[in-house]
């Protein structure tokens, strides 16, 4: 996706063949605009490897969060991330998919807009065994790194709280914490896959950021 805002400071069984990604679904129970929205899928695996974190250190005083809006375009900055955003919705099954073209990241269009002080901004992403995948790295992030949302309201910054492995069952069993509508005072959630086995990858990762 082509669409720019502005600047700031300066996942399914199938084995991905090579430049294709290996699809992201997820099935968890969420909830949305105040209601259940029964499972997304996250077709990857998941082994609990982190824990919640304190929130990171504070941004300068003089920055300002814009008014919430649509994302339009993530960055990661120590990973040398910059990936177009997408709307993305429940396809039929209640399965949410990321978009096909996997330099892009998918924004769930039910979940809070970007720089919300309630609910949850969920974005998904593909990883791809070969590289090239937008979400490829997330599992190097740490506590504190920053990670930023534009919209066309200016740039949203999150530091991260978490970064989580967790098995599809235990994804399930903390879906509505992790993903609910009524959980998270705006914090930001990027979901992804991680490790690739040979033919599948088996886990997925979850990365928790606190809005600034």
């Given at each position: ?21 290996g ?5 968890v ?46 960055r ?21 998919q ?12 039910v ?7 309630r609910?949850?901004?969920v ?35 999150y530091?991260?709280?978490a ?6 069952a ?40 606190r809005?600034?």
């Open positions: 996706m082509a669409t720019e805002g502005p600047t700031e400071d300066s996942a399914e069984d199938t084995p991905p063949t090579r430049g294709e990604p699809p992201v679904r997820r099935r129970a969420a909830l949305a605009q105040g209601a259940w929205v029964a499972a997304l899928v996250l077709a990857l695996g998941l082994t609990v490897a982190g824990v919640v974190l304190p929130e990171g250190e504070s941004e300068a005083r003089s920055y300002v969060a814009p008014d919430p809006a649509q994302p339009i375009r993530l990661i900055p120590s990973l040398d991330v910059t990936a177009p955003v997408v709307p993305i919705g429940m396809l039929a099954g209640r399965v949410l990321p978009p096909a073209d996997y330099t892009k990241v998918g924004w769930w269009d979940s809070a807009r970007a720089g919300a002080r609910g949850q901004t974005v998904t992403g593909h990883t791809v065994h070969t590289g090239g995948g937008a979400l490829n790295r997330v599992t190097a992030l740490g506590r504190g790194e920053r990670v930023l949302v534009v919209s066309r309201e200016g740039t949203v910054r530091r991260v709280s970064v989580r492995v967790l098995s599809r235990e994804l399930a069993e903390q879906a509505e914490a992790l993903f609910g509508q009524d959980h998270g005072r705006g914090r930001l959630v990027l979901v992804s896959c991680t490790d690739w086995n040979g033919s599948t990858f088996e886990n997925n990762v979850v990365v928790l950021a809005r600034v």
